[in-house]
Each structure stands twice: as structure tokens, then as C-alpha cells.
């Protein structure tokens, strides 16, 4: 069999569990030519901002950095729908010799009569950053003149990775919050950070904590809303379930605001029980704890039999895991487990040496860790290890296909609800149809290794 290739300066961002004792090397820009599964900084801002329903989203640049539009996203709406219109200035040669500030300034004005939003984002892409467009100054002019907030977003994606949008979204959240006089703490209270009500996901969880007793302030940024964002601060508790995406945000709510956050995950019947029951503990309220565990008895109740269904039939298949948060790959890997699939192959675009040192701990002997990978290491790890099942996003799923591996997509463009307890048995069904699919077994798979 073949090495594996690795570019010598990526060595130590990768891991093969049990056999490799140094620590593995992350939080640093993608090497030249590694060919990066990461995406840049717009994109980090826009997965944050994007489903803020009731918003107008203007990216500031050429037309190509806005084809992230409608279908692409899996965020839906209770309401409106203008996070599903993807606007752009459209900027051409001449407006990167004599700056586009003009025509921003008039797609602001258009936009702002024709829409009537609630607010407006204003993305920063790297013709900006290059040509130095005053984004800032024209928001501010807009603001004060449409009386609304027009919300400059600093997310030139030469100026790092992903994880620096997530940052700048944050930043342009905050700029929202508190803005009203009334700052009186909500008891019984959350503001559930990092759910996209992909598939209408976070309705689900808000029912969950409803049930309970438990008000939802608002959620970021599925199904949001601009005055719930406001009011934000009235929570008495922020619950963070995408912690690579939102916890700069949590961070600059408890430090202004003094609101407390928990880290959790609502993928897979065990991290959704583990989430009801912090948050539920957290007010310890005793009826609060008693309906949350009925809830949870009777969810897992109805699912865990047909959970052991799948489980029988998958029992021993292979896994490979590669997501954009390193938290999502612990839950992953536990769901799998539940599964009866091993995860052989383990890694993230954005994860850091804690979540690296703990993702170790759940892997088996034997795992290959990854941070940052490149399609070459993808594929490759893939065939080596014998992977039945590849769990990533939209950019790993052509790797899978061209291995003739079944493939489950788990990101943002996805349409099922994966989160939940109803998630976790509508994950198991996926998994087991594609895993177990008979197109597999006419499919000559390619010859790799020798």
C-alpha cells in the first residue's frame, strides 16, 4: 500500500490515534497549496448573519462572492424571507479603479425603499479591502438617514480563515443588542447561539425548552429576528450550541451583560438529553428538572427501539467525519457509536487544541485526526482505512462519491432535521440508506493503492 501523502509542512496537523504522541498543530492559516476545505472570511460571516430573517444581506464586491442564495441554505423562516435574496453592488472594472462607494450607497437606498427591512448588512469582500471603500462611514450616513441599523460587516476573506468571519458576524451582531432602555433579566429565560433552524431545526428546540417551562429570547440567528436580537439581553442564560461560531459573542454578552453560558449540542439522543438537563439544572427549579426529564423519557422512549433497528444492520460499517467545528464532530461521533459505526477518520476546519485533546479521548486506537485537511489526505484516509460512510458538508461529498463511499451530508445545505431527538432518528435513516444502498455494489472503486 501506498504512503499516504502528506505536504511536509502539514505533518503535525495530522494524527493517527494511539501510534502519534505529539500534540497536533492548529489555529493557523491553511499552507499554500494544500488545496484547504476551509472557506474564507465572508463565508464564516455570512453562515452567522445569513438567516436573520428579517434583514437585507448586501454583499459589497464583485457578483460572484453573492451566488450564496436562496436553495443553497438550508435556514427557513417562520415569516420573512429576505435572508433568501442574496443582493449585491455587482462592482465592475471601473468601480475598482474609482471606488464603489457611490453605487453602495445607491443599493442601500433601493434596497432599504423597496424592502422595508428591519435592518441591513453590509458585507466587506476583498475588492473591498484592496481598493478601500469607507464601508463603515457609508453604513453610518445610511443609518442616520433611514433611521435604521445599517450594520458594516468587516469580512475581507484575505484577512484570514472561516473562523475570523465567525468573529466578524459576532461583532456585528453585538452591535444590536441592548440597545433598549429596558434591561431588566428575564427569570427562566435563554438565548439559545449557534442554531440555523436548518430544516427548522431550532423550532424544535425552542418547543423542547417551552415544554418545560423555559422562555427562548430569541435564537442566533435561525429564524431571527433584528428586535429579539435587541432584547437579547434581557436572558438570563445563553445556551451555545455551535461554540466555534458563537462563543465570541457569549463571551461579550457575559462580559457587558453578565449573562452566563453553557456549552452543549443538540445532535444525537445522549448530547440533547445532556443539553435539557444542564440548562434545566442550571435554574434549578425542581418542577422545571421533573418535566424536562419526562420529556426526555418520553422522546427516547419512541425513538430508541427503531435507534436499535438501524443500529443491528449497521453494526461494524466504518466512518469518516469532517466538519467545519470540532464540537460538532464529538457529537457525531458519539451518534455514530450509538450506530454501531466506528469512526476511523476524525476532523475539522476550525477546531483547537482542546478540541483536539478531547476528540482524541473519544476516537479508538487507531483514528487518524485531522486538522484543516485538503481532498489528496481526504480520499486518501478514506480508501486506507476502508471508510463505509462519509459525514461532512458540500465540499466533501465528491470526494465521497468519486471513493464509492455513501455519503450523509451534515452542513448547512442540508434540508433534513438532523438536530433532536426526531434528528437523531432521521440521521439514522439517512445513514443506513445510503450506507446500505445496493449502487454500491456496481460501482468498481478506484484503484488507489497498488
Given at each position: ?68 442564495t436562496w436553495d443553497i441554505r438550508g435556514s427557513i423562516s417562520s415569516g420573512p424571507e429576505l435572508h433568501r435574496l442574496s443582493f449585491s453592488t455587482d462592482l465592475k472594472e471601473n468601480d475598482v479603479i474609482y471606488g464603489g462607494e457611490k453605487k453602495l450607497v445607491a443599493a442601500i437606498d433601493d ?47 484575505f484577512k484570514g480563515t472561516k473562523k475570523d468571519g465567525y468573529k466578524a458576524a459576532c461583532d456585528a451582531i453585538f452591535t444590536l443588542i441592548g440597545d433598549v432602555e429596558n434591561h431588566e433579566t428575564e427569570p427562566l429565560s435563554i438565548n439559545i447561539l449557534g442554531e440555523f433552524n436548518l430544516a ?251
Amino acid at each position: 500500500m501506498k504512503a499516504i501523502k502528506i505536504l511536509k509542512d502539514r505533518k503535525l496537523q495530522v494524527l493517527k490515534n494511539g501510534s502519534d504522541d505529539h500534540e497536533i498543530e492548529c489555529d493557523k492559516s491553511s499552507l499554500s497549496g494544500s488545496v484547504s476545505q476551509r472557506a474564507c472570511v465572508f463565508c464564516g460571516s455570512r453562515v452567522v448573519l445569513y438567516p436573520i430573517a428579517d434583514a437585507i444581506h448586501l454583499v459589497h464586491g464583485p457578483i460572484g462572492c453573492a451566488v450564496y442564495t436562496w436553495d443553497i441554505r438550508g435556514s427557513i423562516s417562520s415569516g420573512p424571507e429576505l435572508h433568501r435574496l442574496s443582493f449585491s453592488t455587482d462592482l465592475k472594472e471601473n468601480d475598482v479603479i474609482y471606488g464603489g462607494e457611490k453605487k453602495l450607497v445607491a443599493a442601500i437606498d433601493d434596497l432599504v425603499e423597496k424592502y422595508k427591512p428591519n435592518a441591513v448588512f453590509v458585507y466587506a469582500t476583498c475588492i473591498i479591502g484592496i481598493i478601500g471603500d469607507d464601508v463603515a462611514a457609508v453604513c453610518k450616513k445610511a443609518a442616520v438617514k433611514f433611521n435604521l441599523p445599517v450594520i458594516p460587516v468587516h469580512s475581507e476573506g484575505f484577512k484570514g480563515t472561516k473562523k475570523d468571519g465567525y468573529k466578524a458576524a459576532c461583532d456585528a451582531i453585538f452591535t444590536l443588542i441592548g440597545d433598549v432602555e429596558n434591561h431588566e433579566t428575564e427569570p427562566l429565560s435563554i438565548n439559545i447561539l449557534g442554531e440555523f433552524n436548518l430544516a427548522g431545526e431550532a423550532w424544535k428546540i425552542r418547543e423542547y425548552y417551552e415544554k418545560a417551562g423555559i422562555k427562548v429570547c430569541a435564537v442566533f440567528t435561525g429564524d431571527g429576528r433584528i428586535d429579539e436580537i435587541k432584547n437579547s439581553h434581557r436572558a438570563a442564560l445563553n445556551v451555545v450550541q455551535c461554540s466555534g461560531s458563537m462563543m465570541n459573542l457569549a463571551k461579550m454578552m457575559e462580559e457587558k451583560f453578565n449573562i452566563p453560558f453553557l456549552r452543549v449540542s443538540y445532535f444525537g439522543f445522549e448530547d440533547t438529553a445532556d443539553a435539557l438537563y444542564k440548562v434545566a439544572e442550571h435554574f434549578g427549579e425542581k418542577e422545571i428538572i421533573h418535566k424536562m426529564r419526562e420529556l426526555v423519557k418520553d422522546e427516547i422512549s419512541e425513538i430508541y427501539p427503531q435507534i436499535l433497528n438501524y443500529r443491528e444492520k449497521l453494526k461494524g460499517k466504518k466512518a469518516a467525519v469532517y466538519v467545519g467545528g470540532a464540537f460538532k464532530a464529538f457529537s457525531l461521533v458519539t451518534a455514530l457509536r450509538n450506530l454501531g459505526i466506528e469512526v476511523v477518520l476524525a476532523g475539522s476546519q476550525t477546531g483547537n487544541k482542546e478540541d483536539y485533546v478531547t476528540l482524541k479521548k473519544m476516537c479508538n486506537e487507531g483514528t487518524i485526526i485531522v486538522d484543516d485537511s485538503n481532498p489528496v489526505e481526504l480520499a486518501e484516509f478514506a480508501i486506507q482505512k476502508e471508510v463505509d460512510i462519509f459525514v461532512g458538508g458540500v465540499k466533501e461529498r465528491p470526494i465521497a462519491m468519486k471513493m464509492g463511499i455513501g455519503f450523509c451530508d451534515h452542513n448547512h445545505e442540508r434540508k433534513i432535521a438532523l438536530a433532536g431527538f426526531e434528528g437523531m432518528l432521521n440521521f439514522a435513516k439517512e445513514v443506513y440508506e445510503t450506507t446500505m444502498s445496493p449502487v454500491w455494489n456496481h460501482y468498481q472503486k478506484r484503484a488507489w493503492y497498488e
